[in-house]
C-alpha cells in the first residue's frame, strides 16, 4: 500500500477517491515535467553563456 503525504498528512493511496488518485497522477506528472524543464533551462542558460563568450571574442578589439 503507496502512501502519500500532502500538507503534513499521510493519505493511503487505496483509500483515496478516483478523482483524488486522478489529481495525485497529474500533479506528479506536472512535477516530472516541472523537473525536465528546470534542467533543460540550466543546459540552455550554459549554452548562452558559451555563446557570449564566443561573441565577445569575435568583437572588433579597438571598439
Keep these: ?10 493519505y493511503e493511496t487505496d483509500t483515496l477517491s478516483d478523482a483524488a488518485r486522478e489529481n495525485l497522477a497529474k500533479l506528479r506528472m506536472s512535477d516530472q515535467r516541472i523537473q525536465q524543464l528546470q534542467q533543460d533551462l540550466m543546459m540552455i542558460q550554459a549554452g548562452r553563456q558559451v555563446f557570449a563568450t564566443a561573441l565577445k571574442e569575435n ?4 571598439a
Excluded: Q, S
Excluded at 568583437?59 to 579597438?62: A, E
Design 1 to 10: 500500500m503507496a502512501k502519500v503525504n500532502i500538507d503534513g498528512k499521510e
Design 59 to 62: 568583437l572588433p578589439k579597438d
